[in-house]
């Protein structure tokens, strides 16, 4: 018997690389730097995320002792929390003078601070950290709601972390349904303050992030009332602990809401209020204003107010593409060194990469891992656009920006969530190991589906979009192919990447069209609108994804098509933007053309066969931030899942002393 020995002890574990993927890696035929650099924006950026992560990772007190899974809920809350501390203070702290770290230590030296960023910070916050809705939530809040002179006050603050803030929306009776929340904000035109009220146990928020313990402010949403009218809701900054003590302020009452599917390192929160006063110049007022007589001054658009969320969405989208790489990274490198069974009756078990079924598994999330990178830009381009008119009084680009950042937050989270679950499948057994990186990266993926509007009343508004824009001719350039004369015409099916846009903006118009004859024809039985539009929803749904998936196809082919890329990369990325456009098709598409792109389908299953180890490699992913055993560079997957497990705390001792003597030695030594 060979017995067990540690790996990471020896000197051997440096040098190792599994001989699967040394010969694919000696294969490679294109720069994989291009690609990685492609991911990060430019060769600077990458350069900097190289020397950023190293920078991170190089420091032991950023270390996790044990994985965290051991530890208690509470511990796991301590634990995150201080590395996230540590990890802000570091950035603060003059970085050291060696020649790996340059580029960090000349932007420091340009008064530029080092930027942590989403990548970086995962690379060892990887259960959703306590600190991540102020950055991500409560500084866009401030920045996207409050006036300058608010900004002026409240931003340096929040920035240098003198105060914690976290977005306070949800409540225990509400979440999706934002006109019905029942948090009180009332003018007190005597005193000029608001008293915010939780009316009723449903009105208590319910799930902010980093609230439970973490936080001492929070953007509250509530319903405005002044001069004895509600005004609909509004954002309010509000002290929730004392800045010294961090005790909870009078009539504030916080705590945690306790261990969820996933993100355990984040102490999402509850909040009531009883009768809390507030200043009235912390009703944030950029786009609408309480004098103080009490006067209310509308804004130019009531949904202004959900900008914040905008925003998210559209930061999700660039979140699902960094979690599907490493989704895929994981199950690709693991198919490359997993043999298994018998191909060819007789000779030594293959590659389970080999397997069609396998790839078939895989390489859809490969290639919808760039097609959600290239949304990601290109919606967030639109988002800065569309801001930035905002700012100057133009509210015109609004519906399509809340189009398609509804469409593409939906569809990157779903397809993500499906895709993580596939790949957890496609390594077999070991994928449901906690220590092959899967569970934690489901749980991002599902919480995804449903914070920031949930994925099924985020279609319907996109439903809502397609359907005035179908009727009226009214809506933007992400629907315009919808608008009477520049509907798609009917050509046969072709297969070029132009072809296949095409045939994705006709199913889309056709599920639009079915849907509206389906409200018509509801209609025309005597239903009110509202019960016709509910009744029509699944077709409604059905063309809300039709028409997203046309919009990330249609991204991934125009990016495909720039003249950046190097004549290799360009070919992969052309096959895989083909080959995604085809796989999504056939969720959609009648079976006389199915046999046309089904060989074509094949075809394309064996040409990325060929690059696949070769393209997540270029992922650039750092073993410690992939946190799997399964998908770490050098492929020694058996070696690690067992070093793993004996980290286990019942592998301490050979016999688990306590339970034995306790429970089992009775229960074996009684008669019945
Ligand atoms: C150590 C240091 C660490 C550093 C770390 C740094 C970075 C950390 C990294 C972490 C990585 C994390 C990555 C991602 C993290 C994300 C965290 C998220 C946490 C979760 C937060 C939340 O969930 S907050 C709560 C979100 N809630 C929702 O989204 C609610 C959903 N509901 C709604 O949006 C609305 O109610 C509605 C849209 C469904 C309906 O609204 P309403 O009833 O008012 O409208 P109508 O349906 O009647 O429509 C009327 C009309 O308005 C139009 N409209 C609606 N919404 C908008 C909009 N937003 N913009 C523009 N227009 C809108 C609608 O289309 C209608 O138009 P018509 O013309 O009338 O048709
Ligand atoms: C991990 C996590 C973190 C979160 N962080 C925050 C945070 O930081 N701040 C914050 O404020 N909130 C936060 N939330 C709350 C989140 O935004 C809400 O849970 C989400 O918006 C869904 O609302 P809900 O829970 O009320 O679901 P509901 O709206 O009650 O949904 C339940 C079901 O009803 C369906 N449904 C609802 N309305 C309709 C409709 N009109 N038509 C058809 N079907 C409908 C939904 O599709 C769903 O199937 C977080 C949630 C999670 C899971």
Redesign the pocket.
């Known amino acids: 018997m060979i017995k067990y020995k540690q790996f990471t002890d020896t000197m051997a574990a440096s040098f190792y690389e599994n001989p699967d993927l040394k010969r694919e890696r000696q294969s490679c035929n294109f720069d994989k730097d291009e690609i990685t650099n492609l991911i990060d924006g430019n060769v600077e950026k990458t350069k900097y995320r190289r020397e950023l992560v190293e920078y991170i990772l190089s420091d032991p007190s950023l270390k996790d002792p044990i994985p965290v899974e051991y530890l208690s809920h509470e511990e796991k809350y301590a634990a995150e929390l201080k590395k ?1 501390c540590l ?2 203070q570091k950035m603060r702290e003059p970085v050291p003078k060696e020649a790996k770290f340059e580029t960090l230590r000349k932007r420091q030296e340009n008064g530029k601070p080092l930027d ?3 990548g970086p ?1 995962s690379v060892i ?1 990887k259960e959703g ?1 306590a ?3 102020h ?3 409560f500084i866009p809040a401030i920045i996207g709601q409050g006036s300058t002179e608010q900004q002026n006050k409240w931003l340096p603050r929040a920035l240098n972390l003198e105060i914690i803030g976290t ?1 306070a ?2 409540e225990l009776g509400h ?5 019905g929340l029942e948090t009180k904000a009332t003018y007190d035109p005597d005193t000029k303050e608001f008293i915010l009220e939780t009316p009723s146990l449903s009105a208590y928020k319910w799930w902010p ?1 980093g609230l439970g313990k973490t936080s001492n402010y929070a953007v509250v949403m509530a319903q405005l009332y002044t001069k004895g009218k509600c005004e609909g809701i509004h954002p309010f900054l509000v002290q929730l602990r004392d800045e010294t003590t961090h005790e909870p302020l009078p009539g504030i009452f916080v705590g945690e809401i306790g261990p969820k599917l996933g993100l355990n390192s984040n102490d999402n929160g509850y909040l009531g209020f009883d009768r809390v006063r507030i200043p009235r110049d912390q009703l944030l007022m950029k786009h609408s204003q309480v004098l103080e007589d009490g006067t209310y001054v509308k804004p130019k658009s009531t ?1 202004l107010g ?1 900008a914040t ?2 925003y ?1 969405r559209v ?2 989208v660039q ?1 699902m593409a960094q979690v599907l790489r490493k989704a895929v990274t994981i199950a690709t490198r693991y198919s490359c060194v997993r043999h298994q069974s018998e191909l060819k009756p007789g000779e030594p078990e293959p590659q389970i990469l080999d397997y069609k079924a396998q790839q078939n598994k895989l390489f859809p999330a490969l290639a919808a891992s760039f097609a959600f990178h290239f949304a990601a830009e290109k919606v967030w381009n639109l988002y800065h656009l569309a801001t930035e008119n905002i700012g100057k009084g133009d509210l015109q680009m ?2 399509d920006l ?1 189009g398609m950042s509804c469409a593409m937050k939906a569809l990157s989270t779903s397809e993500t969530a499906k895709f993580v679950e596939t790949l957890r499948q496609s390594c077999g057994g070991h994928g449901y190991m906690v220590s092959s990186g899967f569970p934690r990266l489901y749980g991002i993926a599902t919480a995804s589906e449903t ?3 949930e994925n099924t ?1 985020l279609w319907l ?1 996109v439903a ?2 397609l359907i ?1 824009t179908r009727m009226d001719g009214s809506g933007g350039q992400s629907v315009a192919y919808l608008i009477g004369s520049n509907l798609p015409d009917n050509k046969a099916v072709d297969l070029s990447l132009d072809g296949i846009i095409n045939l994705f903006q006709r199913v889309a118009a056709g599920y639009v069209d079915l849907a509206m004859k389906e409200l018509a024809e509801h209609g025309r039985q005597g239903m009110a609108p509202y019960d016709a539009w509910n009744h029509s929803a699944v077709q409604l749904i059905k063309a809300a994804q039709a028409h997203a998936r046309y919009l990330v196809a249609d991204c991934f082919v125009r990016s495909v098509k720039e003249d950046k890329l190097s004549g290799p990369v360009r070919s992969i990325l052309n096959e895989l933007c083909e080959f995604l456009l085809i796989y999504w098709l056939f969720a959609e598409l009648k079976t006389e053309h199915l046999s046309q792109l089904q060989a074509k389908y094949m075809e394309l299953l064996s040409i990325i066969r060929g690059y696949a180890v070769n393209v997540v490699d270029s992922f650039d992913i750092r073993d410690e931030a992939l946190g799997s055993v399964l998908g770490c560079w050098d492929g020694n997957a058996y070696q690690r899942l067992f070093d793993e497990a004996l980290k286990s705390p019942l592998n301490r001792n050979a016999v688990h002393r306590e339970s034995f003597e306790k429970y089992l030695k009775p229960l074996m030594k009684s008669k019945l």
Do not use: C, W
Request: no cysteine; glycine share 12%; proline share 2%.
């Open positions: 996230a990890l802000v942590i960023g989403v910070s916050l950290n600190l991540g809705l950055f991500v939530m977005y929306q949800t979440g999706t349904f934002l006109r992030g949904k959900y969320m905008v998210v930061f999700i979140d609004l519906p809340h914070y920031e509007g009343v508004q809502r979009y005035k």
